[in-house]
């Protein structure tokens, strides 16, 4: 499968967020957001073999594994991948865009799904089938470049209200909006989703890969 890039570091998203996590990073993406930071993985990677990921994933000594992208669901070697590291005792994280089905990712692996709002400019890819589709410890993110896209999310959130049975994560678009304001918003509604911020972008330079 082609890869962009496989690292360590502390796991920035998620309700998983803090923790020491090991990345595969693929390469490609079918989206084009208007935000994208990591648009370097669109086209930029090597072919690895499961084997040879699995090599570097167990020399890099870490529990925790997340498979993002670009958009991991494009390669079908990514099932088996995924298969071969829950089987041997890994947590495993699919950080996927929510545009293609999730039905066929391993019921083990915890999926964290976008929700494209307006903002992102690729609302019209949301795969709404994928929400009979997540299970109770999966995740839903929303990234919000503006209080349309809150009001937006607060709407799917009131059509989907078996959503908030799962960690709903709220996350400002880096440099667009200021935390501070959507986490006011999210107080002023007592809105029941968990605020994220992005900590690796406020450890290290936000420009800085690997991270």
């Not at 690292?7 to 993406?29: D, H, M, N, V, W």
């Not at 090599?55 to 529990?63: A, D, I």
């Not at 390669?75 to 995924?82: A, I, K, R």
């Not at 009001?151 to 989907?160: F, M, R, S």
Request: aromatic share 10%; hydrophobic share 40%; proline share 5%.
């Amino acid at each position: 499968m082609k890869v962009n890039e496989i690292f360590k570091s502390i796991q920035g998203e998620s309700s998983y967020a803090g923790l020491p996590c090991i990345f595969i990073r693929t390469t490609a993406c079918n989206l084009r957001c208007g935000w994208c930071d990591t648009s370097y993985a669109f086209y930029e990677g090597e072919d690895w073999s499961v084997e040879a990921i699995l090599e570097e994933v167990r020399r890099l000594g870490c529990r925790y594994v997340e498979i993002t992208g670009g958009e991991p669901l494009l390669q079908d070697e990514v099932y088996s991948l995924l298969k071969i590291l829950l089987n041997e005792g890994y947590h495993v994280l699919v950080e996927t865009s929510g545009s293609l089905p999730i039905n066929q990712i391993d019921p083990r692996a915890i999926v964290v799904m976008d929700i494209k709002c307006p903002g992102s400019g690729m609302r019209h890819a949301v795969h709404w089938e994928n929400l009979k589709w997540l299970k109770s410890r999966d995740e839903v993110k929303f990234v919000i470049a503006d209080r349309n896209d809150y009001d937006w999310a607060k709407e799917v959130l009131t059509q989907h209200p078996e959503l908030y049975g799962k960690a709903v994560l709220f996350s400002p678009v880096f440099g667009r909006v200021e935390p501070r304001h959507l986490a006011e918003w999210i107080l002023e509604e007592n809105l029941p989703v968990r605020f994220q911020l992005q900590l690796h972008k406020y450890i290290w330079d936000p420009e800085m890969r690997g991270v």
